[in-house]
């Protein structure tokens, strides 16, 4: 079946630096999803990717589609407290979305 | 305000004690999904419904009911609850099939 592959699992970071995150697959993807769970609640969504090499921005998040359309990346710029939690990509095919297995991100004081 | 509710968000239950975790989402929304979420996992999807009356199987359905006789609600029932049914649960809904979700606050379950 289709799958996607999200790395890193974890990451531990100091405050204030960047963080990259990526998903990848063997299978084409039509529409990316970005989603961040806070601890104890429930996913919410981030960022949506509709078109191949879409390079899209929400604060100090950015997300891309990749142009091969079989992977996507999540940016945070300048890490805060509160972005401590896991992200979750997603991938829409033949209007069935599949998610990634979350990095979690820890942030160090 | 636009929600999806999910009840109780806590359960400790035994084994073999049915019970029903409830969902609710007043978006009018058509499609509605469980998943259950475990450590290294992610989140896979239980049960889905794509319209009132209209259900299928996820990829982890084994132990799992689900039932949609109105659009807005989307209740779990387990039958005869299993210590391997421990696990954290999400409802979801969507406009159609496809579209971004919108998650409950999760259900913890426990059965010892």
């Known amino acids: 079946g289709q799958q996607l592959n999200q790395s890193p699992q974890s990451m531990f970071i100091q405050e204030g630096e960047d963080v990259s995150m990526n998903c990848t697959s063997s299978s084409i993807f039509n529409t990316w999803l970005w989603y961040k769970q806070d601890p104890g609640e429930g996913p919410v969504l981030l960022i949506a990717?509709?078109?191949?090499?879409e390079l899209t921005s929400n604060g100090r998040l950015t997300a891309q589609f990749g142009i091969t359309r079989k992977d996507s990346f999540l940016n945070i710029s300048a890490s805060i407290p509160s972005d401590v939690g896991i992200y979750f990509c997603?991938?829409?095919?033949?209007?069935?979305?599949?998610f990634g297995k979350g990095t979690r991100l820890h942030i160090l004081p | 305000e636009a929600q999806v509710t999910q009840n109780p968000r806590y359960l400790i239950t035994v084994t073999g004690k049915k019970l029903t975790v409830t969902c609710s989402q007043n978006?009018?929304?058509?499609?509605m999904s469980w998943y259950r979420q475990d450590p290294g996992l992610g989140l896979r999807q239980i049960y889905y419904?794509?319209?009132?009356?209209?259900?299928d199987k996820g990829d982890v359905p084994e132990g799992y009911k689900v039932s949609r006789k109105e659009k807005r609600n989307f209740p779990l029932i387990l039958e005869s609850p299993s210590p391997n049914q421990t696990s954290l649960y999400f409802c979801a809904s969507s406009l159609r099939e496809g579209s971004e979700q919108y998650f409950g606050p999760g259900t913890r379950l426990t059965v010892t």
């Open positions: 997603a991938g829409r095919r033949d209007d069935k979305i599949i």
């Open positions: 978006m009018n929304h058509e499609y």
């Open positions: 419904s794509m319209n009132v009356e209209v259900t």
């Open positions: 990717l509709y078109k191949a090499g």
